[in-house]
């Protein structure tokens, strides 16, 4: 069974820029959330979408927003980027909270 | 609201030695509790976790943890270690019921010397 895909695997954007990242996961699944990884700040949970609807959110501005679509793929979205952005963003999905959950190999994110 | 405190930021030791991870934690609700761990360049490989079932969990590559709700602890253990095992670790818990949310240690970075 294929694992959780994100892409793409690195992505450069200029401050103010915007900018889509994707994330396809386990087949069967139908949670998938996202973290946002930094030296400084750890492991941050971003939000977490259930059949296409959100169903927890973190601490994040609402330049972050995120989706999912009818067969549980998943996109987030950062507008006006700032250098603060720059980060692995990992998506992970999930059978069942009880499961833990399957995380892909991240989106690495630089904001120049 | 749910913490995780990982004490030992970096933790060394030598081949062939037990490994000790520690994890504590805070919650609100009876928690689910989880080990991850996390190699250069890659995403977070699911490890162990507890779910209110056994309070010792065996997971992959021959790691184990306790669950001691006296302690508020849930510490990863491995009783030899091998090369392959240097990589960071990361505690992490949810409130069970509520879906995904998991709220993470800042991790350990384990290191084995040959």
């Known amino acids: 069974k294929a694992g959780v895909t994100q892409t793409p695997r690195y992505l450069i954007k200029t401050r103010g820029q915007q900018v889509t990242l994707s994330c396809s996961p386990i087949s069967g699944h139908r949670s998938v959330s996202w973290y946002q990884q930094t030296p400084g700040q750890g492991l941050q949970f971003l939000f977490e979408?259930?059949?296409?609807?959100?169903?927890n959110k973190g601490n994040f501005p609402g330049r972050f927003s995120g989706r999912q679509f009818s067969n549980s793929r998943s996109e987030m979205n950062v507008s006006t980027l700032e250098l603060g952005d720059s980060a692995l963003y990992l998506c992970?999905?999930?059978?069942?909270?009880?499961?833990?959950?399957?995380f892909g190999n991240g989106t690495r994110l630089t904001v120049t | 609201a749910q913490s995780v405190t990982q004490l030992g930021s970096h933790v060394s030791v030598s081949e062939g030695a037990l490994v000790l991870l520690r994890c504590n934690y805070s919650?609100?609700?009876?928690?689910?509790l989880f080990w991850y761990v996390q190699y250069p360049n890659q995403g977070l490989q699911l490890l162990l976790k507890?779910?209110?079932?056994?309070?010792l969990v065996k997971g992959i590559n021959g790691f184990e943890a306790e669950f001691k709700k006296s302690e508020t602890s849930f510490h990863l253990t491995k009783p030899s270690a091998h090369m392959s095992d240097a990589a960071e670790y990361f505690c992490?818990?949810?409130?069970?019921?509520?879906?995904?949310?998991?709220?993470f240690g800042a991790g350990t970075i384990l290191r084995v010397k040959s």
């Open positions: 919650s609100s609700v009876p928690p689910y």
């Open positions: 992970a999905s999930s059978l069942a909270e009880r499961e833990g959950l399957h």
């Open positions: 979408y259930f059949s296409e609807t959100q169903r």
């Open positions: 992490a818990v949810a409130k069970g019921g509520y879906g995904n949310k998991l709220v």
């Open positions: 507890y779910t209110s079932a056994a309070t």
